[in-house]
């Protein structure tokens, strides 16, 4: 598999560690907590992942189909729009 | 003796002799034969024992797809078994065995499970031996493993060294036959840069395999001119014997190279194989295709092989199979073996055609060939016990029987489109031409030839033309024209998979011995799905991976549900499409190579110094250093312990994770990323600091100093240094992005070392006195400094005490690491300096109740570890909401106490649980568990930390720990975690 990091270009997957949903956002409230720590969806189609670029020490945003595989896009995380 | 020599094709060099050895029998080749071709060319028709019914095999192809003739071949540890001897190519000096046979290959003893054959029928291990049960796994799996199989291991260690490699190209074109050439061509000439892999050890794919397939010039006229042009191109790297196993995502594909120059003679120090990572822009698979056996009874003798197969070794190797062949074929494409046979001057008996209309002008040729045809003709039984003697065919004209040696057998082409399933599409059934091809949905991958269905060279070479112009389309490139060179109509057309309904038993799965009463029997017993008759019949499932059976298995099975083969459709095909050496997916990665070992920078000192080392993940730490007279671990500890309390120890603590953060947020986002409040931390100090995840959970623990005002260095523990590193990125670029934070890893950049003891001080003065003012008024508990060790030289100073003791830990800049060690131990000699490891280390920790590892395993709280008041009520910290959930500040969870044996020579150990006295020792009585535990010289006996309900408040009472490993119970009592020193006197001297 490959992954093209905005910063350095289409790299090999060994360069990269995953980590997990990044749908979720850490919320203000508190009562949102449990849901953003443990709940989350199992979607067939577009999601969005983490995935750290070790080399570069950039956290992204990958979109891809879970179902084929297809990867859409990537963006660096500190990079996507203000927060809720 | 059947195979013979015949003809000097120029694929086979007869200049050069090879001597090889099967059987213990000694033969010679020609370099350029297979195994299998030289085996053939002696008349050595029986070479091997089927897998289940120990039926004597012969080869079947020539190739790839080979079930039957697998050898072990190579001796001692080089020893391989389950070689295709249709692919290995013949060396001097190879050594082979057959497989699966005692006492000998001619003489089977097994061969008796053929006349038990019905009880060994489809799933037969799910209903014979099936009691007693406990027969199962002592008596009836080790029989049967033993008598049902392939080749034996070497058992020894590999002494061969695999390589690995990555390849970058615009286009990679598997095959060399003439789509692959053609394909090749044109992307060569339009300057891609191309990588052309054929798995064989000669190009040309079927090319070879065919006699003169042009019409104006020969095929080894165009092969070489062809070949000469892709080799003069820049941009082309052609790899032989380089097989594409698998397709992964984004254009990346699997592929082992075998070094051609590989043989029992080959120096151990050259890569036997190398594994290729291929990175491609494009791909054109063009892997030609594979041919379909016959089923009837008694199809599986050996002299009975595929029809491309016989022209194989008849074009390429030069060898007749035999001395007198009748020809069965349900297809146009086995006419052209009986005329290539009867042009070759050989005897061909007849040519038995399944169907009863024949194209006008094969009968024409077969008349011109003086051939007898039998039309609609079905072979009913075949005679011959290690080789075929005779052919029995009902056809227009009655039944008859043919007495032969070989039979040459063709029922179509499946194209080899593995390739394009490892991605999930799924091929697509072509009705017209009676075989499943590619789907069309392909990502960078376009197909031509044989393997997207195309037949007879003029075809082949077209879309071949056709996938690289499509392809250099996709990448901008300017279309090419080549002008193809002319090949003979009319194209041979596929005609159907012919399976006569009544086939009797016939084999379907050679290598795994899968008949059609197996198919019938899994349909009977309720199986459908193709997947589920692949498992329970194992139909397919022996390493050729079904390459001559699947279609028969699913064609068999589709008129059985009355279906057609669209609709019951192919088993997934997943990667790899050949067995491959796991060694070669290893490469390098072997023994003291599979990971990283770090060494800290003054490694060579606790060397010299006589330390025994520990790994503590990828480090080598020192454990302790034993001197002259110590004849124990444990007296070794002891007196690091004991010196280091009374006088001064040195401890090598570089392996713990040191990150520096600098900006204007750097105060803020440590607040939040640690749980206990560090806002108020002054500039030169430095504070204990515990990470909770975000589950609540306490995650690491360390130390901050303030360098300067937005400059701070933390440390982590060794083991999740790397861990750190990625969740603070993490919560900086996720959680707070606009933040003005800067983090980096400075674990390997910067030595650092542990000076602890009441000498320490001392010690310190006399070698940085000049640089730095440590007294306790300008220098006190907790303190950190930035300083100049000598010109250009920065070196950082905290007071920090894991022991207990006074202590310092010094940091330099890693290439000074050794110098340094060096110094303080010379400087220490008159203190009398004691270096010690990790397990004086572990001992003092304990000793003052410290946690560590053994306690931050991921299951406990800030609470439970005794440090509840640290956790901050007044900022918000990653974990905070989570920790507050009534079960994580239970009063009743497990927490940190100390335990002493009551009577003091007692033993227990670390993971002991803990009860209460007068209770069975059961999980409902389970009070907690000791997490650490080791000899206390200061106790003069075991003491332990572990983890108890409501520990803080039952001090003084005796409980029992139960270690169910060891079966010891030992009465303890509960005392606080910290044996030492408690109100902290020594810490500050």
Redesign the interface.
């Known amino acids: 598999?490959?992954?093209t990091c905005p910063y350095c270009g289409?790299r090999?997957?060994r360069e990269f560690?995953y980590?997990g949903d990044a749908t979720r956002i850490?919320p203000a409230d508190?009562d949102k907590?449990?849901d953003?720590?443990?709940v989350r969806d199992n979607p067939k189609g577009l999601h969005q992942d983490?995935w750290?670029h070790q080399p570069c020490?950039?956290?992204l945003v990958v979109e891809r189909n879970t179902a084929?595989?297809?990867?859409t896009s990537v963006t660096?995380?500190?990079?996507?729009e203000a927060k809720p | 003796m059947t195979g013979f020599r015949i003809g000097t094709p120029p694929t086979l060099d007869q200049s050069k002799v090879l001597r090889f050895r099967f059987d213990n029998k000694i033969y010679h080749g020609f370099a350029g034969d297979s195994l299998a071709s030289a085996l053939i060319a002696h008349g050595v028709r029986l070479v091997g024992r089927s897998f289940k019914y120990h039926r004597p095999r012969g080869f079947l192809s020539a190739g790839i797809e080979e079930p039957n003739g697998l050898l072990s071949v190579g001796e001692g540890a080089r020893l391989t078994p389950n070689i295709k001897a249709t692919m290995q190519p013949l060396y001097d000096g190879l050594v082979a065995q057959s497989q699966n046979r005692w006492p000998s290959l001619q003489f089977d003893m097994m061969g008796v499970n053929d006349w038990f054959a019905n009880l060994l029928a489809a799933g037969f291990y799910y209903k014979t031996f099936m009691w007693p049960a406990s027969f199962w796994e002592k008596v009836y799996e080790p029989l049967i493993r033993r008598a049902a199989g392939l080749g034996q291991a070497a058992n020894l260690p590999d002494p061969d060294h695999y390589a690995q490699g990555n390849l970058f190209c615009d286009c990679l074109i598997i095959g060399s036959g003439p789509a692959g050439l053609i394909a090749a061509l044109a992307a060569g000439r339009a300057g891609l840069r191309v990588i052309l892999c054929e798995q064989d050890f000669v190009l040309g794919g079927r090319l070879l395999h065919e006699g003169d397939s042009f019409l104006s010039l020969s095929t080894q006229d165009w092969l070489t001119e062809t070949l000469q042009e892709l080799e003069s191109l820049p941009t082309v790297r052609i790899m032989k014997q380089t097989m594409v196993f698998g397709h992964y995502d984004g254009g990346t594909y699997g592929a082992i190279e075998h070094n051609a120059a590989y043989s029992m003679a080959t120096s151990a120090q050259e890569p036997r194989q190398i594994f290729w990572r291929i990175v491609a822009k494009q791909s054109i698979l063009a892997a030609g295709a594979i041919e379909r056996p016959h089923l009837f009874p008694n199809n599986d003798r050996p002299g009975i092989m595929l029809g491309s197969a016989v022209r194989s070794y008849l074009h390429r190797y030069g060898t007749a199979c035999g001395h007198s062949t009748l020809v069965y074929t349900s297809q146009d494409d086995g006419w052209q073996t009986a005329f290539d046979l009867k042009k070759a001057g050989l005897a061909v008996i007849a040519i038995a055609d399944t169907r009863s209309m024949i194209p006008q002008h094969l009968e024409a040729q077969a008349w011109q060939y003086d051939l007898p045809i039998l039309k609609n003709a079905c072979v009913t039984e075949t005679t011959g016990r290690l080789s075929l003697n005779s052919v029995t065919i009902t056809h227009e004209g009655g039944r008859e029987t043919f007495q032969c040696d070989t039979l040459a057998v063709s029922n179509g082409w499946t194209p080899t489109l593995h390739l394009t399933s490892h991605q999930g599409s799924k091929p697509i059934w072509d009705a017209s031409r009676h075989m499943f091809l590619p789907s069309k949905m392909q990502q960078g991958l376009l197909c031509a030839g044989a393997a997207n269905g195309a037949m007879g060279l003029g075809e082949c070479l077209a879309s071949g033309l056709t996938a690289a112009n499509r392809m250099l389309e996709q990448l901008d490139k300017q279309p090419q024209k080549i002008i193809l060179p002319e090949t003979p109509a009319p194209v041979l057309q596929t005609a159907s998979f012919f399976h006569p309904t009544q086939t009797g038993k016939a084999f379907v799965d050679f290598q795994h011995d899968v008949t059609t009463n197996d198919i019938h029997l899994a349909y009977q017993e309720g199986y459908r799905s193709i997947e589920h008759l692949k498992r329970y019949t194992t139909l397919g499932m022996g390493t050729d991976q079904g390459k001559t059976s699947n279609m028969a298995g699913l064609a068999i099975m589709a008129e059985l549900c009355g279906q057609t083969p669209d609709a019951v459709g192919t088993t997934v095909f997943r990667p790899p499409f050949e067995p491959i050496a796991i060694g070669a997916l290893a490469g390098h990665h072997e023994g003291k190579h599979f990971r990283t070992t770090r060494l800290s920078a003054a490694h060579s000192v606790w060397e010299k110094e006589g330390a025994v080392f520990v790994e503590a993940g990828q480090w080598l730490r020192p454990q302790y250093f034993p001197k002259k007279g110590e004849t124990h671990w444990r007296e070794t500890v002891d007196r690091e312990v004991v010196t280091t309390r009374q006088s001064v120890g040195l401890c090598d603590v570089s392996t713990l994770g040191k990150i520096e953060i600098t900006g204007k947020d750097a105060l803020a986002f440590l607040d939040f990323v640690y749980c206990n409040p560090l806002k108020s931390l002054a500039v030169g100090k430095t504070r204990y600091g515990l990470m909770l995840r975000e589950d609540g959970f306490v995650y690491d623990d360390g130390t901050i100093a303030r360098l300067e005002d937005n400059r701070f260095v933390i440390t982590t523990t060794t083991a999740q240094a790397v861990g750190v590193m990625n969740h603070l990125d993490f919560c900086h670029q996720v959680h707070k992005p606009h933040w003005d934070v800067r983090m980096v890893s400075v674990t390997e950049q910067y030595s650092q070392f542990a000076v602890a003891g009441p000498q320490s001080r001392a010690l310190l003065e006399r070698v940085i006195g000049q640089q730095i003012d440590l007294s306790d008024e300008a220098f006190p508990y907790l303190a950190c400094k930035e300083f100049s060790l000598a010109p250009h030289i920065k070196a950082r100073l905290f007071r920090l005490s894991f022991s207990g003791e006074r202590a310092y830990e010094l940091a330099i800049p890693a290439p000074y690491g050794e110098v340094l060690a060096q110094t303080l131990i010379t400087a220490g000699q008159d203190f009398g300096l004691t270096l010690y490891g990790t397990e004086a280390l572990g001992v003092m920790r304990i000793e003052k109740g410290h946690s560590a590892g053994n306690e931050l395993n991921g299951m406990t709280t800030a609470g439970d570890l005794g440090l509840a008041r640290m956790v901050s009520k007044s900022k918000d910290f990653i974990g905070r909401v989570m920790a507050q959930r009534p079960a994580l500040t239970d009063p009743d969870r497990p927490q940190l106490a100390g335990f002493r044996p009551v009577q003091p020579q007692d033993q227990f150990a670390a993971g002991a649980h803990v009860f209460s006295k007068n209770v069975p020792h059961s999980i409902e009585y389970d009070e907690g568990y000791l997490t650490s535990v080791a000899f206390s010289p200061i106790c003069g006996s075991l003491i332990g930390l572990g983890l108890i309900r409501n520990g803080p408040q039952r001090h003084g009472e005796v409980i029992i720990a139960y270690d169910s490993m060891r079966g010891r119970k030992t009465e303890l009592e509960i005392v606080s975690p910290c044996f030492y020193d408690p109100e902290g006197v020594r810490l500050n001297g």
């Open positions: 598999m490959r992954l289409p090999d997957s560690t980590k850490r508190d907590m449990f953003y720590v443990y983490y750290l020490r950039n956290w084929t595989h297809e990867v660096a995380a500190a990079q996507r």
